[in-house]
């Protein structure tokens, strides 16, 4: 079977300590779901019109994307998450499809520089998943 879209929020630590707990070394360490295994099996679950979205650290960034093209899928649509204005991306969210000629790219910074004072931005994202905002 082949799907439209594939969301995926990896296990993305590489070459980092690991935890005691079996269970969450799995969930988090890329060791055993490395980024090449993943991308080419997305790729070949795939309609030929599909998409792969990911969450990334924003320093696997780069690395996935050359990984992503050797199964033939390349950015469309790249969106760098700031926790705060002052500090620079954490986290990447990437679409990738099979054509893609030029990735649409944009920011969200989730707080102002106070904590738990989330932006106009972030909170018409999330608005309707939380409760609080």
């Known amino acids: 079977q082949q799907y439209d879209v594939i969301v995926c929020n990896p296990p993305f630590f590489t070459d980092s300590k690991k935890p005691d707990c079996r269970k969450r070394e799995l969930a988090r360490h890329n060791n055993t779901l490395p980024f090449g295994e ?12 599909g998409r792969l979205n990911v969450v990334l650290p924003s320093e696997s960034e780069r690395t996935f994307k ?13 969106c760098r998450v700031k926790p705060k204005p002052s500090k620079a991306p954490k986290r ?13 790219e944009a920011e969200l910074t989730i707080e102002t520089e106070q904590h738990h004072d989330y932006t106009p931005n972030f ?9 609080s905002l």
């Open 123 to 131: 909170k018409a994202l999330v608005c309707e998943f939380y409760l």
């Open 66 to 78: 050359i990984v992503a093209s050797e199964a033939r899928l390349f950015a469309s649509r790249i």
């Open 38 to 49: 993943l991308v080419l099996n997305a790729a070949k679950l795939l309609k030929p019109n």
């Open 92 to 104: 990447v969210l990437i679409e990738f499809m099979f054509e893609s000629e030029h990735a649409e």
